[in-house]
């Protein structure tokens, strides 16, 4: 038994895309699709994109979700290997759920708009892969454009992502000149034929930048290519699998989502150098991928299609072990048993009722409101994973009731909701304010409605001065309980029960450290 885990195990690549609105994320994961015979031509995920520009929309939003609980992770076989590719959400508003979906992979693709460069929301994303050193691919994309100089954009990656950067393949021109790539270490090009770019297509190569194929094809550029080269194999660092694996190096590829160029250099790198399903720090143990018991964590719970049926979708991530269907799972939090008759597995872009599972993929769980995000879920050990953030809020608001009778019900419904990480929610300790925290302003739109329709309850948003939230910290009790006191006017309780410091402005909360050396202001937060 053991043996076919190891083996299953070996086989799998759980990761994510990261990357800054409009850099290609939906086109490469089209294209990886494809790769992976899951589609046979491209243009079927891209449709549900047409919603993504109705920002506020609540009903589009929502039919958005809906059809996205499908997409959002999606199994292929490509090679030897079994691919689960998470999808982190399209819109730009909706951080918190992708940072989340960043601690269920094994590694990440990070894609980069070639005339761009690095750009915030990267950098962001980055910053979370970091907390857990995942070990990242890059893909400088749109090289059928003008882009900027390669090497520069390596320097941008080292200097702005604070990570060594080793080009695998070299772009031969770009825009109207772009001839393919050149792999540095195999010595070949890989020829770029423009108009394939929905279909499969055999790389068309050609060996040693010495030959005469080679100078025929390069033709007048061929001696500016070799001075290039020069300078770059000079210049960058070659790829070391071990500080690619520690997340501290990341190989670079270039090429064309859209022209279906590049993305299985890309796809290879994953399978070749990305790891396994890796082990997972919990509370208690170390648990290894390949452990014979079954354990798995939440990261995400999604509404279904119809949210007045309040039927949602927990995202569970296999840690170690074997999901067989019809298991009985220990859900460690509740302490109960729950038999799971009716996971779903995420196989190409349907969903389809599973027979079983292994560590690293994931799998959908239908959950009537006792599922968290956080919990974990073993065949009896009692277990926590960590590593599973909230991350302080950056907008706030005051909520209001409609009708003052439905405190109750408010309070019911933002618990919830808090608790499937839609929003977060703080009870301030001065007044019986309840204060939302959001990290995207769609948030609360998206809060807003699904009070109205799942719990009857219409609420308003006033404007509040916070600024940031941190969660507050300390080994010292006096010196916690002396700070309590001192700051009641700010201090308010999480949704989680957890204590929170509501800080007005950037100035007050760098003064309150500074006065406060033995408290710990935090800006993310673990599930418990
Ligand atoms: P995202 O999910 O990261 O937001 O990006 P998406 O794939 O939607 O790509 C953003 C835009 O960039 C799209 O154009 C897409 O066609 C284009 N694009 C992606 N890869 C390439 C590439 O390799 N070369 C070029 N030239 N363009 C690329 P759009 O006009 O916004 O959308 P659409 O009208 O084409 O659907």
């Not at 010595?187 to 770029?192: A, E, F, S």
């Not at 997972?280 to 299609?305: D, H, L, W």
Request: glycine share 8%.
């Amino acid at each position: 038994m053991s043996n076919a885990i190891a083996k299953e195990v070996a086989k799998r690549r759980t990761f994510a895309i990261i990357s800054h609105p409009d850099a290609g994320k939906t086109t490469i994961t089209e294209r990886l699709l494809l790769m992976g015979q899951a589609i046979n031509v491209a243009g079927t995920v891209k449709a549900r994109k047409s919603d993504r520009h109705a920002t506020s929309d609540w009903m589009a939003m929502e039919k958005q979700r809906g059809i996205s609980v499908s997409t959002s992770v999606m199994q292929f076989p490509y090679r030897e290997c079994m691919i689960n590719l998470l999808d982190t959400p399209g819109h730009e508003d909706f951080s918190e759920d992708t940072y989340r979906t960043l601690t269920a992979v094994d590694s990440a693709l990070m894609v980069l708009d070639g005339g761009k460069g690095v750009e915030p929301r990267t950098i962001a994303l980055m910053e979370v892969c970091r907390l857990r050193d995942t070990p990242i691919v890059s893909f400088v994309n749109k090289l059928d454009r003008d882009i900027r100089d390669p090497i520069e954009l390596l320097d941008e990656i080292e200097a702005v992502l604070n990570i060594k950067a080793a080009p695998i393949t070299w772009p031969i021109g770009c825009y109207r000149d772009f001839k393919g790539v050149y792999h540095l270490q195999g010595d070949y090009i890989i020829v770029y034929q423009p108009g394939h770019g929905h279909e499969r297509t055999e790389q068309q190569r050609i060996q040693g930048l010495d030959s005469a194929e080679a100078r025929d094809y390069l033709g007048d550029d061929y001696d500016n290519f070799v001075e290039e080269l020069e300078l770059v194999q000079g210049a960058c660092h070659s790829f070391e699998p071990e500080a690619f694996l520690k997340g501290e190096m990341t190989p670079v590829f270039f090429g064309t989502a859209l022209g279906n160029f590049g993305v299985d250099q890309v796809l290879d790198a994953v399978v070749d150098w990305a790891p396994a399903p890796l082990p997972r720090p919990a509370n208690e143990r170390q648990v290894e991928a390949t452990e014979a018991p079954f354990t798995g964590f939440i990261f995400k719970i999604q509404a279904n299609m119809d949210p007045k049926h309040r039927d949602r979708i927990a995202f569970m991530r296999i840690c170690s072990g074997h999901y067989e269907k019809g298991m009985k799972l220990h859900q460690v939090r509740t302490g109960k048993d729950v038999r799971i008759a009716d996971a779903l597995t995420f196989f190409a872009a349907e969903r389809e009722h599973l027979e079983e599972a292994w560590a690293g993929d994931i799998i959908g769980l239908h959950n009537h409101g006792t599922i968290q995000i956080g919990d974990t879920f073993t065949e009896g050990e009692k277990l926590g994973f960590t590593g599973i953030p909230h991350f302080a809020p950056e907008l706030f608001r005051r909520v209001r009731l409609k009708d003052p009778l439905k405190s109750k019900q408010l309070r019911q419904g933002l618990q919830e909701l808090a608790e499937e990480g839609a929003t977060q929610v703080f009870f301030p300790e001065r007044n019986n304010d309840i204060i939302l925290g959001a990290v995207g302003v769609l948030q609360f739109d998206v809060v807003a409605s699904r009070l109205k329709e799942e719990y009857k309850v219409e609420c308003l948003y006033e404007p509040i001065n916070v600024w940031s939230a941190r969660w507050i910290e300390s080994d010292d009790k006096k010196k916690l309980e002396e700070f309590r006191n001192k700051a009641v006017e700010n201090l308010a309780v999480d949704g989680g029960g957890h204590l929170t410091y509501l800080a007005p402005t950037r100035v007050n909360l760098s003064l309150t450290e500074e006065r406060w050396p033995d408290i710990r202001f935090r800006a993310t937060r673990e599930h418990h």
